[in-house]
């Protein structure tokens, strides 16, 4: 079914950190992923005591751990947040959308005197007052934010056929 298959799914490269951005299905739904990619070939391993004579099947693998993953509620959000957010990074002006219901957003602020916008998660510690960032996001500087903004409609065009593929296997 297209939309559903990996070598239909493009990975888009942001030029930056090694950042690639796909949508994909995942668990029963539609999901964007902004990770850093590595092209590693991998090989799969089979225990001896399986008795399998078969040799081992090598399998690329695209993504690091490192980045996010937001489900479609996230994605939409973010989509909303885009032009706003790209707007203050231009100003120059700190900014501030909440992507979800959890503890995610998007933020445009100035780090090392250097504007750049964060899609990151956020928790509170408990008995504190108020959330802090995690490890889990990405950031782009403005030139990597522009590059990830020119993938905006093909992104909203891989969500739309994931989603028709995903629709049509459950009926």
Known sequence: MAG???DETHIY????????????????S???HIREMCNVRYTQWVPASSGCDLPPKP???NFMCEGISLNLAELRDLLEAMDEATEALENMQPYIAFIGECAR?????????????SIRSWFKPHGAMKLIPTKVGVTFNKETWGRFMS?????????????????GLSE
Do not use: M, P, T
Request: with cysteine; net charge negative.
């Open 59 to 61: 399998y690329n693998r």
């Open 151 to 167: 993938f905006r409609d093909v992104l909203d065009e891989d969500v739309e056929r994931n989603s028709e593929a995903l629709i």
């Open 105 to 117: 957003r998007l933020q445009v602020d100035s780090w090392k005197n250097v504007w750049v916008i």
């Open 4 to 6: 559903l298959n990996d």
């Open 30 to 32: 539609v999901h964007l």
């Open 13 to 28: 490269d942001c030029h930056y950190k090694n950042y690639g951005a796909q949508v994909a299905v995942e668990r029963g």
